[in-house]
């Protein structure tokens, strides 16, 4: 298909008084990359110097035609189009459009519906990845056409993509959950933290990871390595109805390491003992009666990014943990420890 638009060049000194047909960028390594001059704006004499300083010897002069749209009107339609709970949209921006969260929450977007529309061509849809944190105001995805002007049928196209995309999953192809605040029960196994040996240091690593996202522990309790005293206590967590159950230490492979086996025997179903992530390997993942209990390895008392920091959003936006989703960790889940 041909572009009817015309697109005139004009030399940058005889472009007095012209009206610039999008915005122009300029870009200085390590100090500036932004919008030097934006769209719409009245070409003046002391312009000239600064358009040539950012290599611009010519301008367009536009005139739109029918059924084509302008790179920034395109950029619109496409982030309207995939907008969905708790997004808010940019305005136009050197022609990309950026969609951010209104709150901090769960970012929720299908790759495989972002390869296919990026697959139609002449169009850039990038996003963060799915399933992560983002903090309110954080930005998770961006449209953009490539040519300064398209046929308004591939945006329809888009359109029809996002519209096919709801009626099948009932939501939108871009959108944010929010986080519902839990009571969570912890429990903190290792003899050695029971006996005063050393001061605890995962409860305090657990509370501000929990905080930072509008949860809190509700009751933590000190353990011995003892399989029953730890089952006895996820029991007595359980009866107390916490929304979650987390217990810290002894998941890795010595004799004193009780507490996945303690986690089975009070009767959790588990999704998985072992999690494709490091940091955060030895994490075990279980339900017992609907209720999330992991187990925590010692990492995530020491390391910002773990298996768990990428559960824990997961886990407080309601969603349920399958297998998959844990296998799934380990493309991308090397963070090194
Ligand atoms: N040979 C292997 N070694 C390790 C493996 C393995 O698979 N084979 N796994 C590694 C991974 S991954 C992790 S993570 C760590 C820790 O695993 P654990 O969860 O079993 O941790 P512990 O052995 O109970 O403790 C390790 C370390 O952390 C201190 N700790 C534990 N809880 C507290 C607390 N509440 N407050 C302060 N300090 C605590 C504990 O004293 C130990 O120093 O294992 C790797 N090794
Ligand atoms: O579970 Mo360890 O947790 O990978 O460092």
């Not at 591939?154 to 359109?159: A, I, T």
């Not at 009666?289 to 187990?295: A, C, E, H, I, Q």
Request: glycine share 12%; with cysteine.
């Amino acid at each position: 298909m041909t572009i009817r638009t015309r697109l005139r060049e004009v030399p940058v000194e005889q472009a007095l008084g012209l009206r610039l047909a999008h915005d122009l960028t300029r870009i200085v390594p390590g100090s500036f990359k932004g919008r030097a001059f934006v769209k719409g704006h009245v070409v003046t004499e002391a312009d000239i110097p600064a358009l040539l300083d950012i290599g611009k010897a010519h301008l367009y002069v536009m005139e739109l035609a029918a059924g084509e749209l302008h790179e920034d009107e395109a950029a619109l339609r496409m982030a309207e189009a995939h907008r969905g709970e708790r997004i808010e949209l940019g305005r136009p921006h050197e022609g990309k459009v950026a969609l951010k969260s209104s709150i901090q929450g769960l970012v929720k977007i299908d790759p495989g519906y972002v390869n296919e529309i990026n697959a139609l061509g002449d169009i850039a849809l990038a996003t963060v990845l799915g399933d992560r944190l983002v903090e309110a105001g954080g930005q998770v995805a961006a449209t953009r056409v490539i040519p300064l002007v398209v046929e308004e049928a591939l945006v329809s196209r888009v359109e029809a993509l996002a519209a096919r995309f709801r009626e099948r999953h009932g939501r939108s192809p871009i959108e944010v959950k929010p986080l519902r605040p839990m009571r969570v029960g912890l429990i903190t196994t290792g003899g050695e933290v029971y006996s005063g040996r050393i001061e605890d240091r995962f409860g305090p690593a657990v509370r501000a990871k929990l905080e930072r996202l509008g949860s809190a522990v509700a009751e933590q309790a000190l353990v011995p390595d003892d399989r029953e005293r730890i089952v006895s206590k996820i029991v007595e967590y359980k009866g107390k109805e916490y929304d979650m159950i987390l217990l810290t230490g002894g998941m890795s492979v010595d004799p004193d390491d009780r507490t996945p086996g303690a986690i089975r025997a009070a009767g959790a179903d588990i999704v998985s003992y072992g999690t494709p992530m490091l940091p955060g390997s030895m994490l075990l993942m279980g339900y017992l009666g609907g209720t999330p209990v992991l187990g925590l390895p010692g990492c995530v008392m020491h390391d910002p990014h773990t298996s768990f920091d990428v559960l824990l959003p997961r886990l407080l936006a309601g969603e349920e943990i399958r297998r998959e989703d844990i296998t799934a960790m380990g493309y991308g889940g090397l963070y090194g420890c």
